[in-house]
């Protein structure tokens, strides 16, 4: 998760493959109370909440919300915050990367997320495990939340709630491809949100 691991994904797939395009997928937290864990969206603008560099996604229909990029794991009252400064939607740790990077090599971005966490959940302090390559620190935070039980409701919650949401992001990006694992351009233009 984060900036850095999105950046050496990007490079992977520079050096294996031509792009065509860039999509960000996955997980977000939800900014507004509409978005409930397992929805799936598309995002039309991404801003970056460090430099305020905002980033129009290639999907061609209106209406489509704006999503925040952060560098913490945002607790419901950052995703308040969130909301009103930059009016968006969502939040995640890692599509503004991405996006910057298709832009400098002139490739179209899309950006499509599900939600993990509802605007009200309440997540434990995540950011103090994240390591700087952005993997979570498995057994710190493991430690941690052993002698917290006022935790594991809320740990448990998210892991179904996180897993809803990888199998209907799995479902959202099943019916963008052709039979053969091509994107179907028109799965970028007009698909569901």
């Not at 984060?2 to 065509?20: H, I, K, N, Q």
């Not at 209406?63 to 995640?92: C, N």
Request: charged fraction near 25%.
């Amino acid at each position: 998760m984060g900036a850095r691991r999105a950046g050496l994904a990007f490079a992977v797939a520079e050096e294996t493959s031509e792009m065509d395009a860039v999509v960000s997928v996955g997980w977000a937290g939800a900014l507004e109370d509409g978005l409930k864990a397992g929805d799936t969206r598309r995002a039309g603008m991404v801003v970056d909440t460090l430099t305020g560099e905002r980033f129009r996604t290639a999907f061609q229909e209106a209406g489509l919300g704006t999503l925040a990029t952060s560098d913490l794991v945002a607790d419901e009252r950052e995703k308040s915050r969130l909301a009103a400064a930059y009016g968006a939607s969502m939040v995640d740790m890692e599509a503004a990367t991405v996006a910057r990077l298709a832009r400098a090599h002139g490739v179209p971005f899309y950006c499509l997320k599900a939600i993990s966490d509802e605007r009200t959940a309440h997540l434990p302090d995540f950011s103090r495990f994240i390591a700087p390559h952005g993997q979570i620190r498995l057994r710190p935070f493991m430690m941690h939340s052993a002698v917290r039980p006022h935790t594991w409701r809320g740990l448990i919650r998210l892991g179904r709630h996180s897993a809803r949401a990888a199998a209907r992001m799995a479902e959202a990006i099943y019916g963008w491809l052709d039979e053969d694992g091509s994107i179907r351009a028109e799965a970028l233009v007009k698909g569901k949100r």
